[in-house]
């Protein structure tokens, strides 16, 4: 099912009636969801990604805007009838209820013909359970299982209803770091096999990164850019999308247009189109880094990570906005790091430029 | 391994020495008195060991009156007193305006002196020369005949015993209540809405099953204070319960020691010991029964 928002805003009032300071957690939303996609709502915490989640689950109501599922307006429907299943963080499975019976909760809620037996009702347990694999564990309940395990069945359980819609909030955050990627294939395996419109919260970009048809990386309510991840990462709208994707972050330099040349620092390191002289932000990928002793940025070295494939080059340089500079280069080019100064020359597509005021992107 | 064992023994030495002293030990002597026949607290002599203590006791109709009237104030008071607990609470939890206010009012039962607590419930129940009561205007207001409910028939005295202990033990229970719904996780209410859970169910199915630790508690302890019930009877008819046919296990172990007719400490040791093997069948009863209905 698709879903779109239209100009999808959330206010919470502020506490304190003298200050008037309200929340604005959502923004003016404006976005369509293809149907049958896997969406990543990405942000840093406390950006309203949650709250928007809450809005097109039905759990919160908009103080403006509209939510539509495919044609039909469900602003003002409850969630029960909106036909969405929701993940929570924590998972929030009924701890005094086994697998089982917390997997069919939601079809005993069932009302008048769409009422199931209780063999229908087990059947359908049994399929989903099966899908997310843990048709073992039916009888168990909550704090007996692993935190992987909790996951699943809370998915199951959302699933059990075969919603049109998925709501997941921050999936994977609970888990430790080798169960997040096992589950986020699952959760990848999972989407495909359902076709389920899926839409999750995360603050790990990595994680959306990988799964997701699309993301959205939202700042302060705020949407800042929408797309698929290759694109979002290739080509940012503004300094905070290309410093929010990618690991390691970018490194950040300021420095200025002149002449048809971009500087860093005194370094010329890049010819431009005609662009009016102005100071800026330069942003450049650790990956945008080729080591080349003609290279036109001059780096002081500091260290060297050897990560096995290839190589972590820690420099400095007076124009960069952190202490250091990451670089990654791959092992074949690194027998001339011998001397203190290091010269990079840079990868265009791997370099981007941002205006100092507005902080949006510059087409160099 | 050895050491550090008794070390522990070491650290439960003073809880031990107290819970001895004043829990074991009068334990023990209760029973023993008990089982002594004819014992004479002045010169501390009894004629010989036995059960006649207990028999003594157990055709006493004063005690097999007592015994009834503890067991309908039990049977009435807990359920109803914990299931009222239950709505006010759920109600208090379920507002936003004034809940302070409201708890405060519930609260302060609590915080009164039950005696001053049975002057008003006299005034509210009695019926003197000069007036009915306010219970009876109120009863003749609908048409009602005026009934006598501290010095009138069995079932109106009854009824104001238990009124009154229902009344008395809320607070708390309100209180318990309130906090342990206001502790359930909010995310298992939003997770019962998005899959469409009605009301009741998600009451019966969620709520119930969260607070049931709490619950329990409550009806064990409730179990065991109304059995333990004698002030209350005080408070509303004065001490010569005996007469007004309203006394209690309780009342009636201090009547037989302290009481006009008592001095009698074997007879009370007897009707004790009985009390304590009441209070221990049906706590282990709700034991049992509980590991069925309680999820902690």
Redesign the interface.
Known sequence: MKVVLQNLTKVFPSRNKKTQDDVIAVNDFTFEIPDGQLIGLLGPSGCGKSTALNLI???QTPTSGKIYFDDVDVTDL????RG???V?Q?Y?L???LTVMQNII??L???KGNQKLSKTEMQDKANEVAALVQIGELMERKPNELSGGQQQRVAIA?ALV?MPSVLLLDEPLSNLDARLRLQTREELRRIQRETGITTIFVTHDQEEAMSISDMIVVMRSGIVEQIGKPQDVYDSPENRFVATFLGTPPINQFTGRISQGSLFVGDDEIFKTNDILDQPVYVGIRPEGFIIDENGPLHCKLHNIEVMGRDFSVITSHEASINPTIRSIVSTDSAASLQSDVINFSIRPEKLFVFAQDTEKRIIV | MEKRNNKAWFYLLPAMLFLGFFMVYPLIDVFIYSLEEGYNSASQTFFGVGSYNYSFVLHDPYFLQAVKNTFILVIFTVPLSTGIALLISTGLNSIKALKNLFQTIYFLPYVTNTLAVGLVFMILFNKTEYTDGLVNLIIRMFGGNSIDFIDGPYWAKMFVLCFYTIWVVMPFKVLTLTSALASVNPQYYDAAKVDGTSKFRTFTKITLPMISPMLFYLIITGFIGAFKAYSDAVALFGTNLNAAEMNTIVGYIYDMLYGDSGGYPSFASAAAIILFAIVLTITCINSLISKRYVHY
């Not at chain 1, 409850?78 to 009838?81: A, G, K, M």
């Open positions: 689950c039905g759990l409850p969630p029960e009838n969405v299943g929701l929570f924590n929030a009924y701890p005094h909760f939601p005993q809620n069932l359980r209803k």
